[in-house]
């Protein structure tokens, strides 16, 4: 992993782990990840922090059957488009489900878990993935 790979996940450590996006001044639509022109009303939208719940739902989903390179040992994988309890929709890998119980609607919830190993050194990104929400007792 060069100097510069290294760098770039770094920055992106409040995304990957906490999922730290932004809200809008101007129309305040919640914007993940972060940018610098919000989606919503194109307007400037760099602001402070705000924190996602990691709750919502399986917007829609498919099973990965040849990935691309460094994710070959996870397939075949589910990605689905979730639709967070705040407004965006994020694409992420599922985990903790059978391929065949993933449905369009399941409650899913943020979890931090290993996304690839990367190079000869075997380096581990780790990153957001969905799991079905649990029960509170």
Same mark, same amino acid.
């Given at each position: 992993?060069?100097? %510069?790979?290294? $760098?770039? +996940?770094?920055?992106?450590? $409040?995304?990957?782990?906490? /999922?730290?996006?932004?809200?809008?001044? +101007? !129309?305040?639509?919640?914007?993940?990840?972060?940018?610098?022109? !919000?989606?919503? !009303?194109?307007?400037? $939208? %760099?602001?402070?922090?705000?924190?996602?719940?990691?709750?919502?739902?399986? @917007?829609?989903? &498919? &099973?990965? +059957?040849?990935?691309?390179?460094?994710?070959?040992?996870? #397939?075949?994988?589910?990605? $689905?488009?979730?639709?967070?309890?705040?407004?965006?929709?994020? %694409?992420? *890998? /599922? &985990?903790?489900?059978?391929?065949? =119980?993933?449905?369009?609607?399941?409650?899913?919830?943020?979890? &931090?878990?290993?996304?690839?190993? @990367?190079? =000869?050194?075997?380096?581990?990104? @780790?990153? @957001?993935?969905?799991?079905? *929400?649990? #029960?509170?007792?």
């Amino acid at each position: 992993m060069s100097t %510069t790979e290294i $760098a770039r +996940h770094w920055r992106l450590k $409040a995304q990957r782990y906490q /999922l730290v996006g932004e809200v809008c001044p +101007h !129309c305040n639509g919640k914007i993940f990840p972060p940018r610098d022109v !919000c989606p919503h !009303c194109a307007e400037e $939208a %760099t602001q402070p922090p705000f924190r996602f719940s990691g709750k919502g739902e399986v @917007y829609s989903y &498919t &099973t990965v +059957h040849n990935p691309p390179e460094g994710y070959e040992e996870s #397939a075949p994988y589910t990605v $689905a488009l979730v639709k967070l309890a705040e407004g965006p929709l994020i %694409t992420a *890998q /599922l &985990t903790d489900v059978a391929n065949s =119980e993933v449905e369009i609607g399941m409650p899913v919830e943020m979890v &931090t878990r290993k996304l690839r190993s @990367y190079g =000869e050194e075997g380096l581990i990104i @780790y990153g @957001y993935k969905f799991r079905p *929400q649990l #029960a509170r007792i």
